[in-house]
């Protein structure tokens, strides 16, 4: 079974970074794709970013430029790189795995979820 554990959350202000990290235990995470969602107080949980098995990468056109994700198989972690970060990405953030996943924008693709973490960006 795969354990995912997200951390690098936080208060920032607008304009500023956070690094947040996805890692991984119980499997070898290698062959996993990996998205980071967030959700907002009253909003349905949204795809931020994904990165598939082979390290291709997708993002949301809300953070395209200023969010990267990369992964790191022999520490087990993904991350998400966040600059330029505006009030609007306040959300609890959450990272999710797919085996052999391509790096799909879908919640329902993916099988694995973390517990998520609060990132909070004041203006």
């Known amino acids: 079974q795969l354990q995912l554990v997200e951390s690098g959350g936080g208060l920032v202000q607008a304009g500023g970074s956070l690094r947040l990290s996805c890692a991984a235990s119980?499997?070898?995470?290698?062959?996993?794709?990996t998205g980071w969602f967030r959700q907002a107080p009253g909003k349905e949980r949204e795809f931020v970013a994904a990165?598939?098995?082979?390290?291709?990468?997708y993002y949301a056109d809300s953070v395209k430029g200023r969010f990267t994700i990369s992964r790191d198989n022999a520490k087990n972690t993904v991350s998400l790189q966040m600059n330029s970060l505006k009030p609007e990405d306040t959300a609890v953030y959450y990272c999710?795995?797919?085996?052999?996943?391509?790096?799909?924008?879908?919640?329902?693709?993916?099988?694995?979820w973390g517990q998520g973490t609060q990132v909070t960006v004041s203006s």
């Open positions: 990165i598939s098995w082979r390290s291709n990468t």
């Open positions: 119980g499997r070898t995470f290698s062959s996993y794709a």
């Open positions: 999710a795995a797919q085996n052999y996943g391509l790096g799909s924008r879908a919640r329902y693709e993916y099988g694995y």
